[in-house]
């Protein structure tokens, strides 16, 4: 198993230009989430799904947009890029949202907005 | 979910066992207690997660006191590789949609 992969690893956007950042996980998992992580700072939530179809916010989801069509993907789409939005993106998948589980996550996409 | 303190830093010899400490205080019931470690802006990875029993995998043990209101993570013999930043994670085993909510955490330094 590849576990979970994104793409990019690294980009740099003008301020105001649009980019989707891709996850994929081949775990079969059910949950999916997107956090972001800015510099010396821990993991904020920024969007989140339970299923094809079915995506919600987490704390941090202004500028942003996700979908879930299928089971391993879930992309997350910047528009109109502002500096604030530079961050180290982390994709992540998890089994059913009850009892203990962990999440596993992704290597990350390391955005700039200039 | 409840909310953890752990101290900013801690050092340890090569070869030592590490003691991580965390604070929940105000845990209920059914929450469990994760540890998530962070290895150099890599992704977080999973250590070990327990609800009110000792825990123990490959990778580290978990105690958690009796009241549930603290835990160590123990890393047995501790490694260079093991220098990162050590996340205590309390959530919901409920209907949660499953979110961590990751705080400062603790940088570990394990010196040769």
């Known amino acids: 198993n590849a576990g979970v992969t994104q793409t990019p690893k690294f980009r740099i956007l003008k301020i105001g230009q649009s980019m989707t950042l891709q996850c994929t996980q081949d775990m079969n998992h059910n949950y999916m989430y997107w956090y972001r992580q800015d510099p010396g700072m821990g993991l904020k939530l920024i969007y989140y799904?339970?299923?094809?179809?079915?995506?919600d916010k987490g704390e941090v989801p202004n500028g942003y947009n996700v979908s879930r069509s299928t089971t391993e993907d879930f992309p997350l789409r910047l528009e109109l890029a502002a500096p604030s939005q530079t961050s180290v993106y982390f994709c992540?998948?998890?089994?059913?949202?009850?009892?203990?589980?962990?999440?596993?996550f992704g290597p990350g996409t390391r955005l700039t907005v200039t | 979910d409840a909310k953890t303190t752990q101290p900013p830093s801690m050092d340890c010899a090569e070869g030592r066992a590490a003691n991580l400490p965390c604070n929940h205080s105000t845990i209920s019931g059914n929450e469990y207690v994760y540890w998530y470690r962070q290895i150099h802006s890599q992704g977080p990875q999973y250590i070990i997660h327990?609800?009110?029993n000792n825990e123990t995998n490959e990778m580290a043990s978990l105690i958690i006191t009796e009241d549930r209101k603290s835990s160590t993570l123990i890393l047995p013999h501790a490694t260079l590789r093991d220098t990162a930043v050590y996340y205590c994670?309390?959530?919901?085993?409920?209907?949660?949609?499953?979110?961590?909510?990751f705080g400062q955490g603790t940088i570990l330094t394990v010196h040769p």
């Open positions: 327990g609800l009110k």
């Open positions: 992540a998948s998890s089994y059913s949202g009850q009892g203990g589980y962990e999440q596993y």
């Open positions: 994670i309390v959530r919901s085993g409920g209907t949660s949609y499953g979110k961590l909510t």
């Open positions: 799904s339970v299923g094809a179809g079915i995506t």
